[in-house]
Structure formats: structure tokens, C-alpha cells
């Protein structure tokens, strides 16, 4: 058995790329095992067990007896629930950017029934529930996008370093180009409309279509461009070859493209994944360190 807690308001996206469910549990869907494939997941907990308990202080001890650490996914039973995890009540945390993983093993629990406890002390995410919370920074980024950076760099541990190059397409207003200058990357702004004058002044700014730019060899290549996810694909296709790293965004306008989801996952070597801060989208990369 696998629990996979669907990403915030896409629980029909994940039971979509799941197939054959055994429950659902508000946004905890539960499948027999081996584990599958869940770019819509937030989290997946592995080897959940479900625990029989006759009251609050039993369900405590429960937990206490099988982890330190507890994070509660609450989708019923409010009150009760969160009795039983007083113990583990913390106020939301602010990772500063980039955000390291707790050291300490935080397990996943939710109460199905009165006395009943699933919980799992093996998770995917080591960030609680797979949310990552920033202390944001609101006056220098142009956009809110550069959360969705901030956010990757710190799930995978992996980022570009001084000196590399990054081709950011789709670039203004410049969120991106914010996060990836301030790593000390050198990068080249790729986009028709132009960049908030405080970021482009920055950068290399190129005013063209990232559709018509011609691949080129770089350390990475970036995009949050917004258009069909079948078009991105294309584009990418084109990059593999000469493109070391590849980070991009795929948007669903209306419907969710399961078709060129599941093209983008067959990629050798990448990554799909539902950021916290992603909406309705994935982040996909292909990462020559991971």
C-alpha cells in the first residue's frame, strides 16, 4: 500500500495519472504498491500503517512510539486530530532561500476514522506534507514566479553555479532571471516583451521569440513560457541535445494534457514534479547532476 497526498485542488490530475485506487481520503489517495509514477503527488508516503487507537493520549503514544517528528494532513475529525498531534504543533516556518531539507525524519499521519491512524514514518518530500514555505522576498524579484526556482533548487539540493551559463526564455518580467542572477550565473534574458528595468540592467537581454532562437550550447537552459504544452515539447526536443541542464514549466490552459505529460516523463534522465508553488502546472527538468 501507497499514500499519495495530491498536490492542493488536483486530486482529479493525480487519480487521472494513478489508474486503480483502493480510497480516497480528501486529498490522500491510497493504491496498492509498488510505488507508481505521481507528478501530481505533493507527497508519497511509503509503507503506511494503519493504527488502531482508543483515545487521544493512545494515539500519542502511538506515534511517539513509532517517529520523534509528526506532520498531520487533516481532512476530517478537526478537533480530534489535532488534539492528538498537540505535541507536534509548531507555527509555520519561513525557510530562507535555499531552503536545507529538516535533518530530522518527519513522518506523515491523518486520522481516517475515530480510532483509527494511518500514518507513515518514510515520506517522499523530507519538507512536511511536501509544502515549502520562503521568507519571500517582496521588493527586488519583478514577479512571483522566482518562488517556483526557489522551490526546485531547494527540493533537489541542486542549483547553477557563478559563472555558468543560463538561457532563460519566456523571461519577463524576470522572475527567474532574478534567482538566477543572484547565484552568479551569467545570464542571457530571452524574450519579445522587455524586462523590469531593475532585473534587465542586470543581463544579457536578447528581444526575441524563444521559439525562433536557435539552440546553442549552455550549462542551462530555462523556461516559464506560456504556451501549449505539446509547443514545449517541441522546443525541448530541439535543447536536449546541446542543453547540459533543462528546467521548464508546462501550463494547462482549460483541460490538463495528460498525453504530453506523459511524453515530457519518458524523457530519459528527468524530472516531473508539482511544486507548492506551482499552479495549474508541472515542473519538469532533465539535470546532469541528479
Not at 1 to 22: H, K, N, P, R
Not at 25 to 54: C, F, K, M, Q, S
Not at 247 to 272: N, Q, Y
Request: positive net charge.
Amino acid at each position: 500500500m501507497i499514500a499519495y497526498l495530491a498536490a492542493d485542488g488536483f486530486v482529479t490530475e493525480l487519480l487521472a495519472e494513478l489508474g486503480e485506487v483502493s480510497a480516497v481520503h480528501g486529498r490522500l489517495v491510497i493504491a496498492p504498491g509498488p510505488r507508481r509514477p505521481a507528478a501530481w503527488a505533493a507527497d508519497v508516503w511509503l509503507n503506511p500503517e494503519r493504527i488502531a487507537i482508543t483515545s487521544i493520549n493512545d494515539g500519542r503514544k502511538a506515534l511517539r512510539a513509532r517517529s520523534r517528528q509528526w506532520a498531520l494532513y487533516s481532512f476530517h475529525l478537526h478537533r480530534r486530530a489535532q488534539l492528538i498531534n498537540e505535541p507536534w504543533q509548531h507555527s509555520r516556518q519561513e525557510f530562507p532561500f535555499p531552503a536545507t531539507p529538516p535533518r530530522a525524519l518527519i513522518g506523515g499521519w491523518t486520522l481516517l476514522d475515530e480510532k483509527t491512524i494511518l500514518a507513515a514514518t518514510q515520506r517522499s518530500c523530507p519538507f512536511p506534507l511536501g509544502e515549502i514555505n520562503f521568507a519571500e522576498n517582496h521588493t527586488e524579484p519583478p514577479s512571483r514566479a522566482y518562488l517556483k526556482l526557489w522551490e526546485l533548487f531547494s527540493r533537489l539540493q541542486v542549483w547553477p553555479k557563478a559563472g555558468e551559463r543560463c538561457l532563460d526564455l519566456g523571461a519577463s518580467p524576470g522572475g527567474w532571471t532574478w534567482v538566477l542572477q543572484g547565484l552568479g550565473a551569467h545570464v542571457v534574458a530571452v524574450d519579445k516583451a522587455p524586462l523590469a528595468p531593475r532585473v534587465a540592467k542586470l543581463v544579457e537581454c536578447r528581444q526575441e521569440s524563444a521559439f525562433g532562437l536557435k539552440p546553442e550550447p549552455t550549462d542551462w537552459l530555462f523556461s516559464d513560457v506560456i504556451c501549449e504544452p505539446a509547443r514545449l515539447l517541441k522546443l525541448v526536443e530541439r535543447w536536449l541535445p546541446v542543453a547540459a541542464n533543462i528546467v521548464c514549466t508546462l501550463k494547462f490552459k482549460g483541460a490538463t494534457d495528460h498525453t504530453t505529460t506523459r511524453a515530457f516523463a519518458a524523457i530519459p534522465g528527468s524530472r516531473l514534479l508539482h511544486l507548492h508553488h506551482n499552479r495549474h502546472e508541472l515542473t519538469w527538468c532533465r539535470l546532469a547532476a541528479i
